[in-house]
């Protein structure tokens, strides 16, 4: 069965400073990987997405996710974290069967301090 | 312009009553999805419907029953409402044609909370 991991509750990170939030994967076949953000009383907003191809992958608000299949991982990083990044991110894994449904890791809630 | 809207936003209503949410996506969208976040802000599917057709029911009770009138509109409604039915009640819809892997977006929630 697919299943994604987020070992970190919580992710405290200054401004300015690099922020990654660590996300592991399992699946029988290939992967195909999401990142969301939501923000307090908000729903989710889709960051980026892992399908194919370069193992790195850009997104929405200066994110970006390194892909690698050895480590089964897709961690979320920026390289400059803004206050307004504080916020609650999921990692997600599409399911291999036809509803293509999305199975969501915990959560990892991001800090950043000013 | 919202994409993917649920009304109400807040719904508070007492044990054994009967209500519904309503889910309605501008987007051209052919499958619909609800989603459940519990209080430790776990997200588990609970229903999805593609053309207005019932593809997944992952264990939910019967006591919830979706209904899907066109392809634009998925609603929820719930009978004898139980304590543990409080959470947040999220919809999301995906394009199919194009690709498998489109993302999903999902609309703002709706918090019902069970007394």
């Known amino acids: 069965a697919q299943s994604v991991a987020q070992p970190e509750d919580q992710v405290n990170v200054a401004e300015g400073n690099p922020l990654t939030v660590k996300c592991t994967y399992s699946?029988?076949?290939?992967?195909?990987l999401f990142w969301y953000v939501q923000y307090p009383n908000r729903g989710l907003q889709f960051l980026l997405k892992y399908i194919t191809g370069d193992n790195l992958v850009k997104g929405s608000y200066g994110f970006e996710a390194e892909f690698n299949k050895s480590q089964t991982s897709f961690h979320l990083k920026k390289p400059s974290a803004l206050v307004s990044d504080s916020a609650l991110y999921f990692c997600?894994?599409?399911?291999?069967?036809?509803?293509?449904?999305?199975?969501f890791g915990s959560g990892t809630r991001l800090l950043v301090r000013p | 312009d919202t994409a993917v809207s649920q009304t109400p936003k807040y719904l508070v209503t007492q044990m054994g009553n009967d209500k519904s949410i309503k889910c309605e996506q501008n987007l051209g969208h052919d499958t619909m999805y609800w989603y459940k976040q519990d209080s430790k802000k776990f997200l588990k599917i609970m229903f999805s419907y593609n053309n207005k057709e019932l593809i997944i029911n992952e264990t939910v009770p019967n006591r919830f029953s979706p209904k899907s009138p066109d392809k634009a509109h998925l609603n929820l409604h719930i009978n004898s409402l139980e304590l543990g039915d409080s959470a947040v009640y999220f919809c999301?819809?995906?394009?199919?044609?194009?690709?498998?892997?489109?993302?999903?977006?999902f609309g703002p929630g709706t918090r019902l909370t069970v007394l």
């Open positions: 997600a894994v599409r399911a291999e069967d036809s509803s293509y449904k999305l199975i």
């Open positions: 699946v029988s076949g290939n992967p195909y």
């Open positions: 999301a819809s995906r394009r199919t044609g194009g690709g498998s892997y489109n993302e999903q977006f």
